[in-house]
């Protein structure tokens, strides 16, 4: 599949936070260092797809300035990877109002994750995207790349504080990383 014409840089920035997993001990951060590499190799399947994986990785949790490298290696598309904490079900993609394609691109992943996930989402939204704004959902990795005129999204592919959904992320990131590049390359 050609995405248009035209080259996309897609940067890919996992979860950086140790959150712990319901189960076997993984982490959010884990199973998104896990994801980032199935994701890239999924969309390099695209023409015009050009992934690119952050460099920028800590133990710490302090800020690593990936919205900055996303800017400086001249990306298209900012895509953070993350699972979901809270008791709830299903998938769910944050996006900045202020960038039209943020919200294509949110809508589609969304929307292929329920496609392929088992677990019925139980989200008030449907389909379950939400815009940023800074008193609810003040997610530096919407805001920034932003400011930098680089459309992001954050996926949040399912809750990883439920039995079966932290079991289906960890046995499923090769799916997951086929939805993921089948619905940015579709929004592209």
């Not at 302090?62 to 598309?77: H, I, M, V």
């Not at 904490?85 to 394609?101: D, E, I, N, R, T």
Request: hydrophobic share 40%; charged share 20%.
């Amino acid at each position: 599949m050609e995405l248009n014409n035209k080259a996309y840089r897609i940067f890919i920035s996992p979860a950086n936070h140790p959150k712990p997993y319901i189960i076997g001990g993984y982490t959010e951060k884990q199973q998104m260092d896990a994801l980032a590499p199935l994701l890239v190799k999924e969309l390099k399947r695209y023409e015009g797809a050009v992934p690119v994986l952050t460099t920028l990785y800590n133990k710490d949790q302090s800020y690593t300035g990936r919205p900055e490298e996303a800017r400086d290696k001249k990306c298209d598309l900012y895509v953070a990877l993350h699972t979901n904490a809270g008791g709830g079900k299903g998938a769910c993609v944050f996006y900045h109002p202020w960038m039209p394609l943020s919200k294509t691109v949110a809508l589609s992943v969304v929307k292929e994750l329920n496609r392929i996930c088992p677990i019925k989402s139980n989200r008030a939204v449907q389909p379950a995207i939400y815009a940023w704004n800074r008193q609810f959902f003040n997610f530096g990795e919407l805001r920034v790349p932003t400011s930098y005129g680089i459309p992001p999204i954050l996926i949040e592919h399912e809750f990883h504080d439920t039995v079966q959904g932290a079991e289906w992320i960890v046995s499923s990131l090769a799916e997951i990383a086929k939805a993921d590049a089948a619905a940015i390359a579709s929004a592209l």
